[in-house]
Each structure stands twice: as structure tokens, then as C-alpha cells.
């Protein structure tokens, strides 16, 4: 079991940087691959960004890629986002989300492959 708790959203001017946390619980942190996903509002959640259990792969959705990355410190028990190049669009519930996997290169792009999600933070981009 894993339970998911997020933070560092909040309120930003379009251009700006924020960096999200996802803290887990539970000993094996490091056996689950992990995901950032979005939902803004009257939208399907999306997928953001996921990333191997070994840090060593990571992949992106297209409307982020260069601007949002992802990593993790399983020291920590600790996935990061950090978002650079804020735009109004990027607006949303930010969620993560861990599956335990034995592949250690192994990432997830579809929400119905994980297990465990966080509450959500919520991230506003102002125009």
C-alpha cells in the first residue's frame, strides 16, 4: 500500500516556475514507477509526465515536453515536477500517481495503469 500526498501548487503568472512535490509512504518506494497527471476544470484528467522506478527513463506528454520535468529521489520517497514556462492552459488539479513494477526502465503513460493517487494540488496559471 501507498498512499500519495502532493504539494507546492498555487497561483502563478503566466512565464513563471513552480515546483510540485508527491511524498509517499511505504518502504519500497523505489519499486514503483510513478506519474504526474492533470484535470482542469470541465476537462478529462490527462496524462503530464512519468518516470521509471530507477530515474533512469522519463517521458512526457506533448504539450509539456521542454518545459515540465520530472524526477524522483527514492532517498526521499519523493517525485518531483518541476514546471517552467508557465501558460494559462497548464491550469489543472495536479495528481500523481505509483505502480508497483518489476521492470526498473519500465514507465506508465495511461491512468489506468496505476494503482495509487494522491488528492490532487491545484496549480493556476494567470494570464
Known amino acids: 500500500q501507498v498512499q500519495l500526498v502532493e504539494s507546492g501548487g498555487g497561483l502563478v503568472q503566466a512565464g513563471g516556475s513552480l515546483r510540485l512535490s508527491c511524498a509517499a509512504s511505504?518502504?519500497?518506494?523505489?519499486?514503483?514507477?510513478m506519474g504526474w497527471f492533470r484535470q482542469a476544470p470541465g476537462k478529462e484528467r490527462e496524462f503530464v509526465a512519468a518516470i521509471s522506478w530507477r530515474g533512469s527513463r522519463s517521458n512526457y506528454a506533448d504539450s509539456v515536453k521542454g518545459r515540465f520535468t520530472i524526477s524522483r529521489d527514492n532517498a526521499k520517497n519523493t517525485v518531483y515536477l518541476q514546471m517552467n514556462s508557465l501558460k494559462p492552459e497548464d491550469t489543472a488539479v495536479y495528481f500523481c500517481?505509483?505502480?508497483?513494477?518489476?521492470?526498473?526502465?519500465?514507465?506508465?503513460?495511461?491512468?489506468?495503469?496505476?494503482?495509487?493517487w494522491g488528492q490532487g494540488t491545484q496549480v493556476t496559471v494567470s494570464s
Open positions: 500517481a505509483a505502480v508497483r513494477t518489476y521492470h526498473s526502465g519500465s514507465y506508465y503513460n495511461t491512468e489506468y495503469e496505476y494503482d495509487y
Open positions: 511505504g518502504r519500497t518506494f523505489s519499486s514503483y514507477a
